[in-house]
């Protein structure tokens, strides 16, 4: 496969939900209050897609809770100049397999991401392009909190989505098994953070990815 191709042969999905104050970062509202903790999100997704565009290896889109309609949604997706779509229902397993099959149906790989991991960078998303292009069936950059923050396909099966804890501890565990099950070729990026709880806010603060953040604490 050239270069060029993988470029154009990886889609990435950025997962976000509208950023409503008392629903969005609830567990960041004791710190921040539910209006700052909505601004926050709001943020972190501005922040994803960039990071997303930077990487240049391909369409992006947004996909969207409740719905690609929300104003919210749509007018960031908008200002991005990107694609939006709406998150079927389910859990987040039966979301993220709607996305894999939808886009797999149009391009050979697809990587899914969300919001809340802003130390994920561009060269992190084309290193995982690279090695889908190397026939890598899945790539995953497994988070610190035992979950994962991103995958990445070439191909797709229920089966890594389905009957798994969402949110707790033993995700990116249950991922590795089914994984091996399937006898599938998959590699790990090193493992990355994302923004849950007060003491992750305070090391996106400390991080300096995102400026400014000090105003959220005044």
């Known amino acids: 496969m050239t270069a060029l191709a993988c470029v154009t042969d990886t889609r990435i999905i950025v997962f976000a939900r509208a950023s409503e104050p008392g629903v969005a970062k609830t567990r960041l509202i004791p ?9 926050l999100q709001r943020i972190l997704i501005d922040h994803a897609l960039s990071t997303a565009l930077a990487a240049g290896i391909g369409p992006v889109e947004l996909w969207c809770a409740p719905s690609a309609q929300h104003p919210q949604l749509a007018q960031c997706a908008e200002r991005h100049g990107v694609g939006a779509a709406s998150q079927c229902d389910g859990d987040l397993g039966a979301r993220m397999l709607h996305a894999a099959v939808t886009a797999l149906a149009v391009t050979p790989h697809v990587i899914i991401i969300g919001a809340d991991c802003p ?8 290193r995982v392009a690279a090695a889908l292009a190397d026939r890598f069936d899945a790539v995953l950059i497994p988070a610190e909190d035992g979950g994962y923050v991103l995958i990445g ?3 797709c099966d229920a089966r890594l989505f389905t009957d798994i804890a ?3 501890n033993q995700v990116m565990a249950a991922t ?8 599938w070729r998959w590699c790990e990026l090193p493992a990355s953070w994302d923004v849950d709880r007060p003491a992750d806010f305070e090391r996106l603060a400390a991080s300096g990815l995102i400026p400014n953040l000090e105003q959220f604490l005044d």
Not at 31 to 37: I, N, P, S, T, V
Not at 119 to 126: I, S, V
Not at 176 to 183: K, S, T, W
């Open 153 to 155: 396909l070439r191909c």
């Open 176 to 183: 590795r098994e089914r994984l091996a099950a399937l006898d």
């Open 166 to 168: 969402w949110g707790g």
């Open 119 to 126: 130390a994920l960078t561009a060269a992190d998303l084309q």
């Open 31 to 39: 710190l921040l209050g539910a209006e700052r903790a909505a601004a």
